[in-house]
């Protein structure tokens, strides 16, 4: 009797839901996906989602092949809504043209990655570097000028701003790299050390110094 | 009623997101909020960077092909069906995108090897 029930329960169509139910969970449904939607474009506008990188590589260099995916992603996108909007239906079928143009899209971009996968430039931030160079360490009151070279690596912009540290009193530089000693007459710079520094211009952070001491 | 309220409120969820989303990016993009530094530069294998013509062709074909679907979707949309995207069309854009790959390949991959060699 119990396996006869059994099998009459499995075997029986579910019991109909009524209209309201249906309704009550499409409502639920959309409200959960409007507020997600309001919540996301909320913290991507006050940047708590930051979208700082989204078309970078990890050395955080912009990203070609990231831009026409998030180009054609969005359009693409646009144009299903637009259709299922005047249709009010999804349209079917999608066209082979458009499935070949998001193929296209997509390998270009993984292709792109192994490019770079492959290249050690292509992983994470680029080691760039300033290295000054001087012909000596040591000047006099009075004495010759020294000049000296920057060499950058790893940045577009190869220019640097020579500076001194302390900035006055212990003679000058130009943006040539040419040190020039105080005069003689400065005696109470006898004996005292001068930091020049060679900052990139293209990143201030990468920078080098040479310490020159006043005899 | 319910059926067609709801309809009519998703395609407004959707329209906003969608267009919320989108001019936000554009938005970020113009001020410098999303990074595009060197969007236009390769890199070659020392680290050096260049300004690449493969990165500008391929920004006007992404751009060409994007607005002229656009077009083609808001003209054909009472159809009820994505337009399909004609094969020279496909052909170019994949010409471009092999152009972009192979150029950034060159330099980031072979080039220095062959400077090395001269």
Same mark, same amino acid.
């Given at each position: 009797m119990l396996l006869l029930l059994l099998l009459q329960a499995t075997q029986s169509a579910p019991p109909p839901v009524s209209s309201a139910v249906i309704n009550l969970a499409a409502w639920v449904a959309l409200g959960f996906l409007g507020l997600m939607g309001i919540a996301i474009l909320y913290y991507v506008f006050t940047g708590? @989602?930051? =979208?700082?990188? =989204? @078309? #970078?590589e990890p050395s955080g260099e912009a990203s070609m092949s990231r831009f026409q995916l998030l180009i054609f992603t969005f359009v693409i996108a646009a144009s299903f809504f637009l259709i299922v909007v005047t249709k009010s239906g999804f349209p079917d079928p999608i066209p082979q043209g458009v499935l070949v143009l998001l193929g296209i899209s997509a390998s270009s971009y993984l292709v792109s990655k192994g490019i770079q996968a492959s290249s050690k430039q292509g992983l994470g931030p680029q080691d760039s570097s300033v290295t000054v160079k001087g012909s000596q360490t040591t000047t006099t009151l009075g004495g010759q000028t020294i000049q000296f070279q920057a060499d950058v690596v790893g940045l577009s912009d190869e220019t640097v701003t020579w500076t001194l540290d302390?900035?006055?009193?212990?003679g000058t530089i130009d943006q040539t790299g040419l040190y020039t000693p105080p005069p003689a007459t400065e005696t109470e710079a006898h004996g005292k050390k001068v930091v020049i520094q060679a900052a990139a211009r293209?990143?201030? #952070?990468v920078k080098d110094t040479v310490t020159i001491e006043l005899l | 009623m319910f059926v067609g309220q709801i309809i009519s409120l998703v395609k407004w969820e959707v329209f906003v997101f969608l267009g919320g989303l989108a001019a936000i990016i554009a938005f970020q993009l113009l001020n410098g909020q999303i990074n595009t530094r060197y969007l236009l530069y390769g890199t070659q294998k020392d680290g050096t960077k260049y300004f690449s013509t493969e990165r500008v062709q391929l920004l006007l074909f992404t751009l060409g092909v994007a607005v002229f679907y656009l077009s083609d979707v808001m003209q054909k949309r009472q159809s009820g069906a994505l337009p399909d995207i004609s094969t020279q069309t496909l052909v170019l854009l994949g010409g471009s995108h092999a152009v972009y790959l192979g150029g950034k390949a060159y330099m980031m991959l072979l080039k220095n090897v062959r400077k090395g060699e001269q």
């Open positions: 708590k @989602i930051d =979208l700082g990188g =989204l @078309i #970078s302390p900035a006055t009193g212990r293209e990143d201030v #952070s | -």
